[in-house]
């Protein structure tokens, strides 16, 4: 059998498509910020996309898309290819049926998620929420149906366009939610919301529909398949049992922040949501870059019974996360309230508005490289057939996080701010946790490689630090000008010149991480210039 290998260039791939779809999102949060502000109509849609939005991380993009890489891609090693297939076509059907009753039961039962995701909401915040949720609840279908889909894609090594499905949503959920928010009220109330909450369906269908012919290329073909007590589907169904609670993690804790910011008054849950959105970009661009062309890798080669490159596979992931998101996290911190304010002030989203998310977004960063590696560890647990374990550090973390809500909310009084604090500490408690368990399960993860390569990126990113100090002090008369020209290019001056120093550090300090990237930059560049006529 080939050697598998984790593939840098896929990496770059996926981050590249990621990076299109983060910033499209980041649009979409840009225009929700522009049209609605961060009042209690805003409060009142972030809750009703929580609900679908958090089964689809549990079921669909979490222990779906988890558990049905891990038994696909090892059926492909074990048997042959239309033995995958035919599994994928039963976990089709299944998916199709299950999510059309979820579906359902959603559109029945929205008044009582509205009561437990946000109990401090009053009567008519309530009211407009669950007619929100009724609207926007068939998105789980949808996106679930997409998530099974980009999972045969990426265990057939195709990763572009499922990477690329996810921009086809923000485009649907933008053009479509505006256009039809102007039709209902071109003041863009709060009824208005109403229209988004369709776009958010215009997205979703986008986003299925967007990967088939892709599909079709790699010789699948969809018909009905009932034959659900199936040797396979229960593998499926049996990873997912622990995958729903181990990939809930991330969901519940911003779940749980929710019920909490409720009783903080209007535009708690609209701060934290607005920072949280912008903290997962670097976290999608890199975090979910690296773990989608991970799992695949792993699963085969745990199949294969190599622990060694299984091994060295996971530890060079890990410190690809970490080479990647570690600059982002300081960025983050040290420029959150240059860079709320550039995206986000406008129109109802006033100065106050970004002091606050600011605020909370240099406190979710904390847990940034935490979720990073996460995303990458905790499917590789699957792989290795020990499913439970992920689970159950799980349930530490989500009791941990209630208990500092409590406490750095109201006992310390730091409100909002607290539960991003919480969310961020809590993630990066779970990383370690996982990572020390990894090590027992796979007899060791390159730890004293891994120390001596964050050590040097440490170095490197002191130096990106002290760039985006002394450029916030330089620069600080253009940071804080009326002008968003100003304000934008010293922005990404700074932004930029601390990228460059980071890189430079690291590549002087012969980070191997950094010399891929480069290497991957270089093969780039030569493949275009012999391309050119005459070269």
């Not at 998310?357 to 560890?377: D, N, S």
Request: charged letters at 15%.
């Amino acid at each position: 059998m080939a050697r598998e290998k984790l593939n840098t260039r896929a990496a770059g791939i996926v981050a590249l498509a990621v990076m299109l779809s983060r910033v499209l999102g980041l649009a979409r949060e840009l225009i929700f910020a522009a049209l609605f502000g961060a009042g209690r109509g805003m409060d009142a849609y972030i809750t009703a996309y929580r609900a679908p939005n958090l089964l689809r991380d549990l079921f669909a993009e979490g222990a779906l898309s988890v558990a049905f890489v891990t038994v696909f891609s090892k059926l492909g090693v074990e048997k042959n290819y239309e033995a995958s297939w035919e599994l994928a076509r039963k976990m089709a059907t299944m998916v199709l049926v299950f999510m059309s009753l979820v579906t359902l039961l959603g559109i029945i039962f929205a008044p009582a998620l509205i009561v437990v995701l946000a109990p401090g909401f009053d009567a008519d915040k309530s009211a407009f929420a669950i007619e929100l949720t009724r609207i926007m609840f068939p998105f789980i279908l949808m996106v679930s149906l997409a998530a099974l889909v980009m999972g045969m894609l990426n265990s057939r090594n195709v990763f572009g366009i499922p990477a690329l499905a996810s921009s086809f949503y923000n485009l649907g959920s933008i053009f479509g939610g505006v256009t039809l928010a102007w039709m209902i009220d071109p003041t863009f109330g709060p009824r208005a919301l109403l229209g988004m909450a369709v776009g958010t369906l215009i997205g979703g269908f986008l986003q299925l529909a967007v990967q088939i012919p892709s599909l079709k290329k790699v010789g699948f073909a969809f018909h009905f398949d009932f034959g659900w007590r199936d040797e396979q589907v229960k593998r499926v169904l049996w990873l997912m049992l622990p995958a729903v609670i181990a990939a809930s993690a991330v969901q519940v804790n911003v779940m749980v922040n929710s019920i909490f910011a409720s009783y903080l008054g209007d535009g708690a849950v609209s701060w934290l949501s607005y920072a949280f959105r912008l903290m997962q970009l670097p976290l999608g661009i890199f975090g979910v870059a690296v773990a989608t062309v991970t799992l695949p890798a792993v699963a085969k080669i745990a199949a294969g019974g190599d622990m060694a490159h299984f091994r060295e596979t996971l530890a060079k992931a890990i410190r690809l996360a970490l080479f990647l998101t570690l600059p982002a996290t300081l960025g983050l911190m040290l420029m959150s309230d240059e860079i709320i304010g550039l995206i986000y002030q406008r129109g109802k989203f006033v100065a106050g508005d970004t002091m606050q998310t600011g605020a909370a977004l240099k406190f979710y960063a904390v847990g940034l490289m935490g979720y990073a590696c996460i995303k990458v560890l905790s499917p590789a647990f699957y792989a290795l057939d020990h499913k439970w374990t992920p689970m159950l550090v799980t349930f530490f973390g989500i009791a941990l996080n209630i208990v500092l809500n409590w406490q750095l909310t109201f006992r310390m009084g730091l409100g909002h701010k607290g539960l991003a604090l919480s969310t961020g500490l809590v993630a990066t408690i779970d990383f370690f946790i996982l990572y020390f368990l990894m090590r027992r399960a796979a007899g060791g993860m390159e730890t004293f490689k891994a120390v001596g390569s964050f050590g040097r990126i440490l170095l490197a990113a002191a130096g990106l630090a002290a760039v985006c100090i002394f450029g916030r002090e330089w620069l600080a008369p253009w940071l804080g000008a009326e002008s968003l020209v100003d304000r934008a290019w010293s922005l990404l001056a700074i932004i930029g010149a601390a990228a460059a120093v980071y890189f430079a550090i690291c590549a002087l300090l012969r980070v191997e991480e950094a010399r891929e990237a480069l290497a991957l930059v270089k093969r780039k560049i030569s493949r275009r210039a012999v391309s050119l006529p005459g070269a």
